[in-house]
């Protein structure tokens, strides 16, 4: 018997399912350039209307890659990240306390791409609302990430109790 998807509870791993969901998302939206459709137009226009002194498509090009480097490098970092806190089940505090680290840094890596992704709006000059379904992506990771940590304070009471 299937249950419905909306009849459905959410997994504890679903952190870390859809942290490799998410990097998936991300690799697709790079390998379109961000929703930048044609770069040597965008560099055109920009020397056109005064923006830029040079018609410099090997700065935009650079640009792009690196933007790509960082967010893919970011959203690594952060499967890493969770997979490195899933594989620590905390019978200790100093345990417990790695594991909220690895945790924390997960939040710190799905803020640090959203920044990215901030940048790259401000420099190719896209349209924001291509941007809005990645960022709430990245918002429902923190928020898995978030509701896992509160899980995880009752096997902080447990370890606080045992000393």
């Known amino acids: 018997m299937s249950v419905l998807v909306s ?3 959410e997994s504890k791993f679903e952190a870390i399912t859809y942290s490799v969901e998410l990097h998936d998302m991300l690799s697709d939206f790079m390998q379109r350039s ?10 055109r226009v920009r020397y056109a209307y005064g ?3 040079t018609e410099d498509y090997a700065k935009y090009r ?14 690594s970092q952060l499967t890493n990240n969770i997979r490195a806190a899933n594989s ?3 019978t200790s505090m100093q345990e417990y306390e790695q594991r909220r680290s690895y945790q924390n ?3 710190v890596n799905c803020e640090q791409i959203i920044k990215e992704l901030q940048r790259i709006v401000e420099i190719f000059n896209v349209d924001v609302n291509t941007y809005g379904r990645y ?4 918002d429902r990771e923190i928020g898995l990430i978030k509701k896992w940590r ?3 304070n009752r096997i902080k009471s447990y370890l606080q109790g045992n000393i």
């Open 62 to 75: 650079y640009l792009m890659t690196n933007f790509k480097n960082r967010i893919d490098h970011l959203a």
């Open 150 to 152: 509160q899980r995880d």
């Open 88 to 90: 620590t089940y905390p």
């Open 51 to 53: 923006d830029d002194e």
């Open 7 to 9: 009849d459905r509870k």
């Open 135 to 138: 960022v709430k992506a990245i």
């Open 105 to 107: 840094s997960a939040i």
């Open 34 to 43: 961000f929703g930048v459709k044609d770069l040597e137009h965008f560099v």
